[in-house]
Protein backbone atom coordinates (compact mmCIF):
# COMPACT_ATOMS: atom_id res chain seq x y z
CA UNK A 1 0.00 0.00 0.00
CA UNK A 2 1.46 3.39 -0.95
CA UNK A 3 1.27 6.26 1.31
CA UNK A 4 -1.60 8.11 -0.24
CA UNK A 5 -3.69 5.33 0.05
CA UNK A 6 -2.42 5.12 3.06
CA UNK A 7 -3.18 7.99 4.50
CA UNK A 8 -6.54 8.28 3.06
CA UNK A 9 -7.82 4.86 4.97
CA UNK A 10 -10.11 5.50 7.53
CA UNK A 11 -9.73 2.55 9.57
CA UNK A 12 -6.26 2.82 9.20
CA UNK A 13 -6.58 6.35 10.67
CA UNK A 14 -8.95 5.13 13.26
CA UNK A 15 -6.92 2.00 14.58
CA UNK A 16 -3.00 2.14 14.18
CA UNK A 17 -2.90 5.02 16.60
CA UNK A 18 -4.05 3.53 20.15
CA UNK A 19 -2.37 0.46 18.28
CA UNK A 20 0.89 1.65 17.68
CA UNK A 21 0.45 3.47 21.39
CA UNK A 22 -0.02 0.37 23.19
CA UNK A 23 2.72 -1.45 21.42
CA UNK A 24 5.75 0.49 21.90
CA UNK A 25 4.22 0.98 25.57
CA UNK A 26 3.85 -3.19 25.82
CA UNK A 27 6.97 -3.76 24.30
CA UNK A 28 9.41 -1.63 25.38
CA UNK A 29 7.83 -1.96 28.66
CA UNK A 30 8.29 -5.33 28.57
CA UNK A 31 12.15 -5.20 27.59
CA UNK A 32 13.02 -2.85 29.64
CA UNK A 33 11.05 -4.34 32.79
CA UNK A 34 13.21 -7.54 32.29
CA UNK A 35 16.32 -5.60 33.07
CA UNK A 36 14.66 -3.01 35.54
CA UNK A 37 15.91 -4.86 38.63
CA UNK A 38 19.80 -5.08 37.58
CA UNK A 39 19.44 -1.37 36.19
CA UNK A 40 17.43 0.50 38.84
CA UNK A 41 19.11 2.14 42.04
CA UNK A 42 22.44 2.16 40.17
CA UNK A 43 23.20 5.73 40.47
CA UNK A 44 26.26 5.85 38.55
CA UNK A 45 24.24 4.49 35.16
CA UNK A 46 22.81 7.30 33.26
CA UNK A 47 19.10 8.16 33.59
CA UNK A 48 18.16 6.51 30.41
CA UNK A 49 19.24 3.39 31.76
CA UNK A 50 17.87 3.68 35.56
CA UNK A 51 14.40 4.95 34.50
CA UNK A 52 13.65 3.87 31.02
CA UNK A 53 10.22 5.34 31.40
CA UNK A 54 11.53 8.67 31.32
CA UNK A 55 12.07 7.84 27.45
CA UNK A 56 9.56 5.42 26.61
CA UNK A 57 6.94 8.17 27.39
CA UNK A 58 8.42 10.79 25.32
CA UNK A 59 9.02 8.61 22.32
CA UNK A 60 5.43 7.33 22.49
CA UNK A 61 4.77 11.45 22.07
CA UNK A 62 6.43 11.59 19.23
CA UNK A 63 5.39 8.28 17.17
CA UNK A 64 1.73 8.44 17.86
CA UNK A 65 1.60 12.57 17.52
CA UNK A 66 3.61 11.56 13.49
CA UNK A 67 0.59 9.41 12.96
CA UNK A 68 -2.29 11.60 14.08
CA UNK A 69 -1.07 14.15 11.64
CA UNK A 70 -0.71 11.97 9.02
CA UNK A 71 -4.36 10.57 9.38
CA UNK A 72 -5.80 13.64 10.84
CA UNK A 73 -8.43 14.60 8.05
CA UNK A 74 -10.08 11.71 8.82
CA UNK A 75 -11.12 12.04 12.04
CA UNK A 76 -14.32 14.07 11.74
CA UNK A 77 -14.36 15.70 15.54
CA UNK A 78 -17.60 17.99 15.18
CA UNK A 79 -16.15 20.38 17.84
CA UNK A 80 -18.14 23.06 19.00
CA UNK A 81 -18.02 25.02 22.31
CA UNK A 82 -21.19 23.61 23.63
CA UNK A 83 -20.47 20.52 23.29
CA UNK A 84 -17.04 20.46 24.22
CA UNK A 85 -18.11 22.40 27.69
CA UNK A 86 -20.55 19.41 27.87
CA UNK A 87 -17.65 16.72 27.57
CA UNK A 88 -15.36 19.23 30.09
CA UNK A 89 -18.25 18.80 32.91
CA UNK A 90 -18.56 15.20 31.99
CA UNK A 91 -14.64 14.89 32.15
CA UNK A 92 -14.47 15.96 36.07
CA UNK A 93 -17.43 13.85 36.57
CA UNK A 94 -15.93 10.97 35.24
CA UNK A 95 -12.64 11.16 36.84
CA UNK A 96 -14.45 12.16 40.36
CA UNK A 97 -15.28 8.04 40.13
CA UNK A 98 -12.18 7.06 39.23
CA UNK A 99 -10.11 8.44 42.30
CA UNK A 100 -13.43 7.98 44.39
CA UNK A 101 -11.53 3.85 45.54
CA UNK A 102 -7.96 6.01 46.59
CA UNK A 103 -9.89 8.54 48.13
CA UNK A 104 -11.98 6.45 50.09
CA UNK A 105 -8.79 4.49 51.24
CA UNK A 106 -7.63 8.24 52.94
CA UNK A 107 -11.42 8.78 54.47
CA UNK A 108 -11.42 5.72 56.06
CA UNK A 109 -9.00 6.39 57.70
CA UNK A 110 -6.27 3.14 56.40
CA UNK A 111 -2.26 3.20 57.26
CA UNK A 112 -1.55 0.65 54.69
CA UNK A 113 -3.02 -1.42 52.16
CA UNK A 114 -2.22 -4.08 54.41
CA UNK A 115 -5.21 -2.99 56.72
CA UNK A 116 -7.58 -3.02 53.46
CA UNK A 117 -10.22 -5.84 53.26
CA UNK A 118 -9.86 -7.88 50.04
CA UNK A 119 -13.01 -6.80 48.86
CA UNK A 120 -12.50 -3.41 49.25
CA UNK A 121 -8.79 -3.97 47.57
CA UNK A 122 -10.82 -5.39 44.55
CA UNK A 123 -12.52 -2.11 44.09
CA UNK A 124 -9.45 -0.02 44.21
CA UNK A 125 -9.27 1.03 47.80
CA UNK A 126 -5.63 1.26 47.77
CA UNK A 127 -2.95 4.35 48.72
CA UNK A 128 -1.74 4.07 45.49
CA UNK A 129 1.96 5.92 45.95
CA UNK A 130 4.03 3.87 43.36
CA UNK A 131 3.78 4.49 39.70
CA UNK A 132 5.55 7.19 37.44
CA UNK A 133 7.72 9.58 39.20
CA UNK A 134 8.74 12.74 37.04
CA UNK A 135 11.27 13.52 38.85
CA UNK A 136 14.04 12.22 37.04
CA UNK A 137 17.22 13.22 39.65
CA UNK A 138 15.38 12.41 43.01
CA UNK A 139 13.77 15.34 45.17
CA UNK A 140 12.16 16.03 48.78
CA UNK A 141 8.65 15.99 49.39
CA UNK A 142 6.87 16.44 45.77
CA UNK A 143 9.65 19.19 44.87
CA UNK A 144 10.36 19.77 41.00
CA UNK A 145 14.05 21.21 41.70
CA UNK A 146 15.47 20.88 37.57
CA UNK A 147 14.25 21.79 34.31
CA UNK A 148 14.70 18.15 33.63
CA UNK A 149 12.41 17.30 36.25
CA UNK A 150 9.52 20.05 34.85
CA UNK A 151 10.56 18.61 31.15
CA UNK A 152 9.29 14.86 32.16
CA UNK A 153 6.55 16.61 34.09
CA UNK A 154 4.88 18.32 31.16
CA UNK A 155 5.44 15.73 28.83
CA UNK A 156 3.62 13.08 31.15
CA UNK A 157 0.73 15.52 30.92
CA UNK A 158 0.85 16.26 27.45
CA UNK A 159 0.82 12.50 26.78
CA UNK A 160 -1.76 12.10 29.10
CA UNK A 161 -3.95 14.74 28.69
CA UNK A 162 -3.50 14.67 24.48
CA UNK A 163 -1.93 11.79 22.98
CA UNK A 164 -3.65 9.10 25.00
CA UNK A 165 -7.00 11.28 24.83
CA UNK A 166 -7.43 11.14 20.88
CA UNK A 167 -5.58 7.89 20.22
CA UNK A 168 -8.12 6.32 22.71
CA UNK A 169 -11.19 8.09 22.07
CA UNK A 170 -11.15 7.90 17.85
CA UNK A 171 -10.41 4.13 18.53
CA UNK A 172 -13.26 3.53 21.46
CA UNK A 173 -16.00 6.15 19.91
CA UNK A 174 -14.47 6.90 16.54
CA UNK A 175 -14.32 3.38 15.30
CA UNK A 176 -15.64 0.46 17.56
CA UNK A 177 -18.70 1.65 18.64
CA UNK A 178 -19.58 1.85 14.63
CA UNK A 179 -18.02 -1.21 13.51
CA UNK A 180 -20.04 -3.36 16.09
CA UNK A 181 -22.56 -1.57 14.59
CA UNK A 182 -22.29 -2.89 11.46
CA UNK A 183 -19.88 -5.05 11.05
CA UNK A 184 -20.28 -6.95 7.39
CA UNK A 185 -21.43 -3.15 5.53
CA UNK A 186 -20.43 0.34 5.89
CA UNK A 187 -20.25 1.32 9.37
CA UNK A 188 -18.61 4.43 8.80
CA UNK A 189 -22.29 5.32 7.41
CA UNK A 190 -23.65 4.76 11.36
CA UNK A 191 -24.29 8.07 12.80
CA UNK A 192 -21.39 8.69 15.70
CA UNK A 193 -22.87 8.48 19.06
CA UNK A 194 -25.82 5.86 18.07
CA UNK A 195 -27.12 4.24 21.27
CA UNK A 196 -27.30 0.30 21.74
CA UNK A 197 -26.81 -2.13 24.65
CA UNK A 198 -24.28 -3.68 22.47
CA UNK A 199 -22.08 -0.95 21.95
CA UNK A 200 -22.53 0.10 25.42
CA UNK A 201 -21.59 -3.16 26.91
CA UNK A 202 -18.34 -4.02 24.86
CA UNK A 203 -16.88 -0.49 24.83
CA UNK A 204 -16.82 -0.49 28.44
CA UNK A 205 -16.07 -4.12 29.10
CA UNK A 206 -12.62 -3.73 26.35
CA UNK A 207 -12.11 0.00 27.85
CA UNK A 208 -11.96 -1.79 31.38
CA UNK A 209 -10.04 -4.95 30.18
CA UNK A 210 -7.06 -2.37 28.87
CA UNK A 211 -6.47 -0.85 32.12
CA UNK A 212 -5.01 -2.67 35.43
CA UNK A 213 -7.21 -4.64 37.54
CA UNK A 214 -6.95 -2.33 40.18
CA UNK A 215 -8.46 0.13 38.16
CA UNK A 216 -11.20 -1.79 36.75
CA UNK A 217 -14.11 -0.21 39.02
CA UNK A 218 -13.33 3.32 37.82
CA UNK A 219 -12.88 2.00 34.23
CA UNK A 220 -16.13 0.86 34.42
CA UNK A 221 -17.62 3.91 35.58
CA UNK A 222 -15.66 6.22 33.59
CA UNK A 223 -16.37 4.41 30.18
CA UNK A 224 -20.05 4.57 31.35
CA UNK A 225 -19.81 8.33 31.50
CA UNK A 226 -17.64 8.51 28.55
CA UNK A 227 -20.53 6.41 26.60
CA UNK A 228 -23.18 8.74 27.61
CA UNK A 229 -21.04 11.73 26.56
CA UNK A 230 -20.75 9.97 22.88
CA UNK A 231 -24.24 9.22 22.84
CA UNK A 232 -25.77 12.94 24.34
CA UNK A 233 -23.46 15.01 22.41
CA UNK A 234 -22.98 12.68 19.10
CA UNK A 235 -19.30 15.00 19.17
CA UNK A 236 -15.96 12.62 18.91
CA UNK A 237 -14.52 15.98 20.00
CA UNK A 238 -16.48 16.28 22.94
CA UNK A 239 -15.37 12.82 24.24
CA UNK A 240 -11.66 14.00 23.71
CA UNK A 241 -12.35 17.25 25.55
CA UNK A 242 -13.81 14.76 28.10
CA UNK A 243 -11.12 12.50 28.22
CA UNK A 244 -8.24 15.00 28.46
CA UNK A 245 -10.02 16.95 31.05
CA UNK A 246 -10.27 13.43 32.80
CA UNK A 247 -6.76 12.83 32.78
CA UNK A 248 -5.23 16.15 33.73
CA UNK A 249 -7.09 16.51 37.02
CA UNK A 250 -6.36 13.10 37.33
CA UNK A 251 -2.61 13.64 36.98
CA UNK A 252 -3.11 17.13 39.03
CA UNK A 253 -4.78 15.03 42.22
CA UNK A 254 -1.88 12.54 41.59
CA UNK A 255 1.27 14.76 41.93
CA UNK A 256 -0.34 17.35 44.44
CA UNK A 257 -1.19 13.81 46.52
CA UNK A 258 1.54 11.95 45.86
CA UNK A 259 -0.73 8.98 44.29
CA UNK A 260 1.58 8.82 42.00
CA UNK A 261 0.14 4.97 40.97
CA UNK A 262 -2.73 6.69 39.46
CA UNK A 263 -1.08 7.29 35.87
Not at 21 to 31: I, P
Not at 78 to 86: G, H, R, V
Not at 120 to 137: I, P
Request: glycine share 10%.
Amino acid sequence: MNPKTAQADRNLAHVVPLMTFLVVMGVLGFVVGSFEGFFRNHSDLPWWRRDADQWIYPLQIIVCLGLLVFWWRNYEFNWSWKTSLQGALLGAVGIGFWLLPTQTYEWMGFASDAEVPSWLKRLGVQERLDGFDARMFGADALAFDSVADWTSLSLRFFRAVVIVALVEEIFWRGFLMRWLLDRDGNYWKVPFGKPSWLTYGVTTLVFMIAHAPIDYAGAVAFGSVMYFCAIWTKSLGACVVMHGVANLLMGWYAVSTGKLGLW
